[in-house]
């Protein structure tokens, strides 16, 4: 392809997406879009905007509409325009767009989105106008294809538009902050800087710190998984150690098998290893076994499966499939990746089969400290297969050189006083009151036709919707109604994505999540019912 080509071929529709459903006008989604992303500083300040014509190329609209958005952006202090020159970001001076000091970034399911907290945007006081970019590197034709893949970019399609003041989020999947034991975090902190000085500030060893890896094995052998500390690898939180499992058997064009609703992020680590990813068929007790027989022949290096309490849907995999599960895996040489993120997290008690790996020694077994304790530390863990263990380290060396030394004896600091077993039990009651405050307002408020099942365990819910209601069409309705939910589409391992929404209770109050039940119910109500008409409409003029 000749440069000029490549050139032609530039994406100036800088992610946007109109969607003609949606009330607002197409010159006022743009202007949301754009706004959002200098807010959240994708566009930085100084960026050049593409010109109107190209973006409205982009789009496929009039350029008259793309010139009334940046009038728009302009009036609201988020761009400027130099005639002949262009249209560039200004920098903040922590105003939005209302004029109104800002306390709130623009919401968007983040994964957990997740993750993190971007939901409170603190505008720098004086950021300075970075310069614009002259270099004309054509940055479009030198990005990686993981980075453009479709699962990566359904999360930014979906984060387009800013919403402020109060929103209920029911998509971010971590402990609201007072459930975070930052005192008793801090304690031991404290106590390690204090016994250890120095030591903790070294590199740890490529396995992770012996100290938490024995402590790490006592807590797995009381759930049946009898693991010596040599079979465990400490990660930087359980999405490294998907990554380390999905780089150790990936070569890129190899299969790798997924539930047909899965997480997200596992979504992510396979496309970006460059697996073809195939989502089994399955129902509320785990995939379909005849499917996966048919599926060996296509020789998937792995199946990847969250047994106990899947994101999204909440339910468990029942004990019969387990067994058949571990079967259909030794009979068919392929591994099975066991995703244990909502590990001690059971709310119904004595409702959890055990593991996969507490069956068989050849499961990878995942799990975090992220959900049950604190996202920040950045601890998750592998159980290696023992053939694999050499392998999982010798990557776990070349991706990061180690887990942080002081967070992983603080944490050993945290579990030797015992301190996890009074805090599970803080976290898991405040977690079943809410998850039954969220069911009762869901019972009162969701409109016919829109199902679900109180979730035995874990912190997610998923609701499904009737035929032909679009999930991403009621994550907009809702976000407008002032609560976020998580669209089943970004769910799925192969477009299209499952008709329902995920809902979290562990972010939010129990009265904050009845006042979100009840948002979200009439979201449901507006997008079903203009469905209704529309399908009337049809009817009429048939
Ligand atoms: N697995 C699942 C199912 C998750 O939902 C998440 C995060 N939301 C992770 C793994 C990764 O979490 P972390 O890296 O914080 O352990």
Redesign the pocket.
């Known amino acids: 392809m000749t440069n000029a080509a490549q050139i032609d071929q530039i994406d100036h529709s800088l992610g946007i997406v109109l969607d003609p459903r949606l009330s607002a006008p197409f010159y006022r989604q743009i202007a949301d879009q754009v706004a959002a992303r200098i807010l959240d500083g994708r566009l930085p300040a100084g960026y050049r905007l593409p010109p109107t014509r190209a973006l409205a190329a982009a789009l496929s609209t009039h350029r008259n509409t793309v010139v009334r958005a940046f009038e728009e952006l302009t009036r609201d202090g988020f761009i400027t325009g130099h005639v002949g020159r262009g249209s560039f970001v200004l920098a903040r001076d922590g105003r939005g767009t209302t004029g109104a000091p800002m306390t709130r970034a623009p919401l968007a399911i983040g994964?957990?989105?997740?993750?993190g907290a971007p939901w409170v945007f603190a505008p720098p006081d004086a950021t300075p106008p970075a310069r614009a970019s002259r270099s004309g590197m054509p940055w479009q034709t030198l990005l990686s294809r993981a980075v453009e893949s479709e699962p990566l970019r359904r999360m930014q399609r979906l984060s387009a538009g800013g919403l402020f003041g109060d929103v209920v989020n029911l998509s971010r999947?971590q402990a609201s902050q007072d459930l975070l034991p930052h005192r008793e975090l801090r304690a031991c902190i404290d106590h390690v800087m204090a016994t250890l000085g120095p030591e903790a500030l070294e590199y740890a060893p490529g396995q992770g710190l012996e100290r938490l890896r024995i402590l790490i094995a006592r807590e797995l052998a009381q759930s049946g998984i009898d693991a010596q500390a040599e079979d465990i690898l400490i990660t930087t939180?359980?999405?490294?150690a998907?990554d380390l499992v999905a780089r150790a058997l990936v070569d890129p064009g190899d299969v790798f098998l997924t539930e047909g609703r899965t997480?997200s992020?596992?979504l992510n680590i396979l496309t970006i290893s460059g697996a073809e990813v195939i989502g089994v068929p399955g129902d509320d007790e785990g995939p379909d076994l005849a499917e996966l027989v048919e599926l060996t022949r296509r020789r998937p290096k792995g199946l990847y499966l969250?047994p106990s309490s899947r994101?999204p849907t909440g339910t468990s995999i029942s004990e019969a499939r387990r067994q058949a599960l571990v079967a259909w895996s030794q009979d068919a040489g392929v591994p099975l990746v066991e995703?244990d993120?909502g590990a001690d997290l059971e709310l119904d008690p004595g409702t959890t089969p055990p593991s996969l790996r507490a069956r068989d020694a050849d499961v990878f077994h995942?799990s975090?400290y992220?959900?049950k304790l604190i996202?920040a530390l950045?601890v998750?863990f592998i159980v290696c297969p023992p053939a694999m263990r050499a392998p999982l380290t010798r990557l776990k060396h070349a991706m990061d050189l180690g887990t942080s030394t002081l967070l992983q004896h603080a944490l050993a600091e945290f579990l030797e006083r015992g301190l996890l077993r009074a805090h599970l039990e803080r976290v898991t009651s405040a977690y079943r009151a809410r998850r039954d405050a969220l069911a009762d307002a869901l019972t009162a408020s969701l409109p016919e036709g829109v199902t679900f099942r109180r979730p035995e365990r874990g912190v997610v819910l998923w609701l499904s919707l009737p035929a032909g209601v679009d999930p991403e069409l009621v994550y907009e309705a809702a976000r407008h109604e002032g609560v976020l939910v998580s669209p089943g589409t970004v769910y799925s391992a192969d477009l299209p994505g499952a008709a329902g929404l995920r809902l979290t209770y562990c972010a939010e109050p129990p009265e904050r999540l009845v006042a979100g039940a009840e948002r979200l119910g009439r979201a449901l109500k507006n997008v079903m019912s203009r469905r209704h008409g529309a399908r009337r409409v049809e009817l009429m003029g048939a």
């Not at 994964?111 to 993750?115: Q, R, V």
């Not at 939180?237 to 490294?240: A, D, L």
């Open positions: 994964e957990d989105e997740d993750d999947m939180g359980s999405q490294q998907l997480y992020g596992a969250m994101n995703d993120y995942v975090t992220s959900k996202p950045r998750g």
